[in-house]
């Protein structure tokens, strides 16, 4: 399929397990990013990448841990999964850092127990 | 650090009617600013994107407006349809980082 998805869409985990959340893009786009959307905070950005093996924080980075070896992909991991994590996750891409459009994936609804 | 804000939080209008959604932004160092709608329990649909150097765009019933000198941007819905009943989201792009709003809420009524 064209476009952004993610995997899987919905997740139930227990506190201290370590959850990866898959996404990937089929545009070849440089930039890719994660945020995390709850209630009263609005959509934060946990992590970036700019290309293949370069990341950087965002907002709220702390818990988890990204890495993209292939352009297409940049899984989320959660080493230790916490009830704060319980969120709705996107993934998200863009071509370059300032003059395109950002592209959204549908999203993963996880829940930690 | 750059901080977002669009009012109203949520909006009921009747069908027909034109209406404007606001955007407000602290820092008016930017590249772009992008427009999303979000239906419920689905992700993020792009609507518009304004460079820094434009003023608007227009996409269909849809015109965005920047003034990032004031650090403002308004998102005007003509005639507006049940089907636009959705949050809209604006988020702007900086040196480093990307920064969204909190939404506003629009429903339309048959």
């Known amino acids: 399929d064209a476009g952004i998805t993610q995997s899987p869409r919905y997740k139930i985990t227990e506190t201290g397990r370590q959850v990866t959340l898959m996404c990937h893009q089929t545009?070849?786009?440089?930039?890719m990013f994660w945020y995390r959307q709850d209630l009263g905070h609005g959509l934060r950005l946990i992590y970036y990448?700019?290309?293949?093996?370069?990341?950087d924080k965002g907002e709220v980075p702390d818990g988890y841990v990204v890495s993209r070896s292939k352009t297409e992909n940049f899984p989320l991991t959660l080493e230790s999964a916490t009830r704060s994590q319980t969120s709705v996750y996107f993934c998200a891409s863009t071509p370059d850092w300032a003059y395109n459009e950002q592209f959204f994936g549908p999203g993963t609804r996880l829940t930690v127990l | 650090k750059q901080e977002v804000t669009q009012i109203p939080a949520a909006l009921s209008v009747p069908e027909g009617e034109n209406l404007v959604l606001n955007c407000s932004f602290t820092?008016?160092?930017?590249?772009?600013l992008q427009w999303f709608r979000q239906d419920p329990g689905k992700g993020l649909t792009s609507l518009l994107l304004i460079q820094s150097s434009q003023r608007e765009q227009t996409s269909g019933r849809l015109n965005a407006s920047l003034d990032k000198s004031s650090g403002r941007s308004t998102l005007y819905i003509a005639a507006s349809q049940p089907g636009d009943s959705a949050t809209y989201l604006c988020a702007v792009r900086g040196g480093q980082n990307f920064v969204f709003g909190p939404g506003t809420r629009l429903s339309v009524l048959p």
């Open positions: 820092d008016s160092a930017i590249y772009n």
């Open positions: 545009w070849s786009h440089s930039y």
């Open positions: 990448s700019a290309a293949a093996d370069i990341t």
